[in-house]
Nanobody, 117 residues
Framework: QVQLVESGGGLVQPGGSLRLSCAASGSIFSMYYMGWYRQAPGKQRELVAGITRNSGTNYADSVKGRFTISRDNAKNTAYLQMNSLKPEDTAVYYC???????????WGQGTQVTVSS
């Protein structure tokens, strides 16, 4: 089992940047696929970016070229660097971990990102 805690959200102006962190504890972090999801009011939760155990990455089309996902297995932490933020990026951002052996998934509590002038 793994526990996830997100941090780094906040209020930022359009064009600004934020870096989200997802700190994991309770299990072997390197065994997990990590993903960042977001959910805006009235919308379904959607995948923003994911990173495999071997650091292969995938991104939603809406964030390609602006967001970068990474992981530091030594620090048990995944990151989402968000640049050139737009108002439509406003959402609660969630971290998800998937155990590569059992395929069981775990979610963090979410962190609010608001992009507004």
């Amino acid at each position: 089992q793994v526990q996830l805690v997100e941090s780094g959200g906040g209020l930022v102006q359009p064009g600004g940047s934020l870096r989200l962190s997802c700190a994991a504890s309770g299990s072997i972090f390197s065994m997990y696929y990590m993903g960042w999801y977001r959910q805006a009011p009235g919308k379904q939760r959607e995948l923003v970016a994911g990173i495999t155990r071997n650091s292969g990455t995938n991104y939603a089309d809406s964030v390609k070229g602006r967001f970068t996902i990474s992981r530091d297995n030594a620090k048990n932490t995944a990151y989402l660097q968000m640049n050139s933020l737009k108002p439509e990026d406003t959402a609660v951002y969630y971290c998800k971990a998937v155990n590569s052996a059992s395929l069981r998934d775990y979610w963090g509590q979410g962190t609010q990102v608001t992009v507004s002038s």
